[in-house]
């Protein structure tokens, strides 16, 4: 005996096509992360440049601020060289750089000179003072 099973099957339904997004929300992901590491990458490369870079107003304020007032030819040169560095910083700079200049001019061009007097020194700290750097 034989069975035929000639049923109708009406619950079936053809194939339909699933919209699957997930492949670019994953490219996205991933050009986000690209781009986070090279900004990061950048901005670390940036850093590390730019660490260690000479800055000649500083060398020239450690140098003003390391001067010897012993030796008062040596130390008139001194500021008037590294002061120099300042002196376009403001108008008020370069107001008490020239009159630090006039100071320190008996100081200069001779073969012996004096000690520096308390008022000159007193201008030469003012001056420090004042720098910015």
Not at 25 to 48: A, D, H, K, N, T
Request: proline share 3%; hydrophobic share 35%.
């Amino acid at each position: 005996m034989q069975q035929h099973y000639n049923i109708p099957l009406h619950d079936i339904k053809p194939l339909v096509g699933v919209e699957e997004y997930s492949l670019y929300y994953l490219m996205g992901v991933g050009v986000i992360i690209i781009l986070l590491l090279v900004g990061s990458v950048y901005l670390i490369f940036r850093w590390l440049k730019t660490r260690n870079r000479y800055s000649q107003r500083k060398e020239h304020y450690k140098a003003l601020c390391e001067i010897d007032y012993k030796d008062a030819k040596r130390s008139a040169y001194d500021v008037t060289y590294y002061g120099a560095t300042f002196k376009d910083d403001s108008p008020r700079h370069a107001q008490m750089y020239h009159n630090l200049l006039s100071r320190l001019e008996p100081y200069k061009y001779k073969k012996s000179v004096d000690d520096l007097e308390d008022e000159v020194i007193s201008y030469i700290e003012l001056y420090k003072g004042m720098i910015d750097v």
